[in-house]
Structures are given as structure tokens and as C-alpha cells.
């Protein structure tokens, strides 16, 4: 005896496989028009907020139309120039970015990746010390690609470690080429 699920989705499979392609007018892949991600795969774009938590400068490559890889560098500092010490904080990105609509030059979609921090102090005559950790950050949001290569992103984030998470907002602007 046959699941009922099964002969389900063995008849959806079915017309959908023979469905494919045999509307009148319908267009293939090859005639469909390039997307701004495909025309325009990488950008460079300043964050505000976000998973580095103040900002952040990246860049982001698109692998495919629905998959792109994304680095990204922030840095805060503070200190004496009087040799009375300071301290600063490096933050290093690595991440994926997973897009819904492949034939759209604006799209949700969905992110995460690795936030890597290193902590410096500089005591002046007393010493120094630096320490090294990582969060992680998943997120969703929304993308807006021009074709003339101006760029907006807004996301909410997820920001993970040490157990707890925290929920924060990023807004970019940049430039894709």
C-alpha cells in the first residue's frame, strides 16, 4: 500500500516536470534578462550598525544569481598621544548571503557568518595586553541593486556567542560593479 504523501508528490513532480517550459510565450533561462546581481556581481558598501556593531566597510562578491560571499573590515580606537595609553578594537568578517528572487534586482534574503574581534590596550609605561574572540551573526533583509550600480541594504540581525544572542539592525549603502 502506496503513503497518500507519496502519491502526492509524485503527481506534482509529474506536472510539473511536464509543464515545464511548454506554456506558449513563456521565456527560458537563456532569454531571460540579466539581474543587476549577474550584470553587476561585486560591491563595495559602508554599513552603519550592523554585525561589526558601529560599522563597517565590505565588500561582496556574487558566486551565482542567489549566492554571494562577503568580507568586511571595522576598527575603533582611542588613546593619549602623550603616551598615557589607549586602547582599540579590530573587528575582521566573514560571511555568505542567500537571496530569494533570482530574476529581481531587489530581494529578501538571508545571511550569517564568523565576526572576528581583536582587543588592544596599551597601558603607557605599565604594559600592554590584547586579547582575541569571535561571535557569531545570522540575519534577515531586504536588497535594493540598481542598474546604474547604487546599492541599499537594511537587516536585522541575530549576533551569537557565548551563549546568548542579541538582536541588531544594520543599514548599507554602496556601490556595485
Known amino acids: 500500500m502506496k503513503a497518500p504523501w ?3 508528490v509524485l503527481i506534482a513532480a509529474s506536472l510539473s516536470v511536464g509543464s515545464a517550459g511548454s506554456a506558449v510565450g513563456q521565456s527560458t533561462a537563456a532569454d531571460a534578462p540579466l539581474t543587476t546581481r549577474t550584470a553587476l556581481p561585486n560591491d563595495v558598501s ?13 565588500y561582496q562578491h556574487m558566486v551565482s544569481p ?8 571595522a576598527g575603533l580606537g582611542s588613546g593619549s598621544t602623550s603616551g598615557g595609553g589607549g586602547a582599540s578594537l579590530v573587528l575582521g568578517t566573514v560571511g555568505g548571503r542567500l537571496y530569494f528572487l533570482k530574476d529581481k534586482d531587489a530581494s529578501p534574503f538571508v545571511t550569517g557568518g564568523g565576526v572576528f574581534a581583536n582587543v588592544s590596550t596599551d597601558a603607557g609605561p605599565f604594559g600592554s595586553d590584547s586579547s582575541s574572540g569571535s561571535f557569531g551573526y545570522t540575519g534577515l533583509g531586504f536588497e535594493f541593486r540598481s542598474s546604474s550600480g547604487f546599492l541599499f541594504r537594511g537587516t ?20 556595485a560593479f
Not at 552603519?48 to 565590505?58: E, I, N, Q
Open 156 to 175: 536585522v540581525y541575530g549576533l551569537i556567542g557565548g551563549g546568548s544572542y542579541f538582536i541588531w539592525p544594520g543599514l548599507t549603502v554602496g556601490y
Open 6 to 8: 507519496a502519491t502526492t
Open 46 to 58: 559602508v554599513e552603519l550598525l550592523g554585525h561589526s556593531l558601529l560599522y563597517s566597510f565590505s
Open 66 to 73: 542567489l549566492f554571494g560571499l562577503e568580507a568586511s573590515i
